[in-house]
């Protein structure tokens, strides 16, 4: 329920960092995991725009990690 919450009731360390890695002239990315679900991120930074998306393993299914907590 990311966004359902209230502002008292979110989780400010829903996120873990897992990796950063600076890539010359292209920009930044961070694998970012979901300490509720499990669910891994790639967060892009490229010049002056980003995005978001799900992690896929190699038969394009999204990377979970069990147990997370």
Do not use: A, C
Request: no cysteine; hydrophobic share 35%; proline share 4%.
């Amino acid at each position: 329920m990311l966004f359902k919450k209230t502002n008292k009731e979110i989780e400010v360390d829903r996120f873990e960092v897992k990796s950063v890695q600076d890539i010359p002239s292209l920009g930044r990315i961070t694998i970012l995991v979901d300490r509720e679900t499990g669910v891994h991120y790639m967060q892009t930074w490229v010049g002056t725009g980003g995005g978001v998306t799900p992690l896929l393993d190699e038969h394009g299914k999204v990377i979970i990690e069990k147990p997370f907590r």
